[in-house]
């Protein structure tokens, strides 16, 4: 699970992954939310700095880690904590 959050709406959406996705592909399935999701800077929080995502690595790749088997393994909920992508746009006035 990743949490998409939009930074000029606040609108915060949750979506499935697979471990083997790309950025870009989870941006692919993220156009049903936001049309204009191409026009967006995607970034993470990642060691305390805000840091822009190479599309075409894995979350993982990126340093964007799945936490939930941690959780698990502690008998806390594995949702607990659900890592989060801010995506920032750009003005760039494309067409969807």
Known sequence: ???VVNM???AEDVIS?????????????????????????WKALINGEFTLLNMSKTLEENGV???????YDLGMDEDIYIPTLQIYFNDDLTIA
Request: hydrophobic share 30%; net charge negative.
């Open 1 to 3: 699970m990743v949490k």
């Open 8 to 10: 000029h709406t606040h």
């Open 17 to 41: 992954t697979c471990i083997e996705e790309t950025v870009d592909d989870i941006l692919e399935r993220y156009l049903k939310y936001n049309l204009h999701a191409r026009s967006y800077t």
């Open 65 to 71: 880690y799945d936490e939930s088997d941690m959780f």
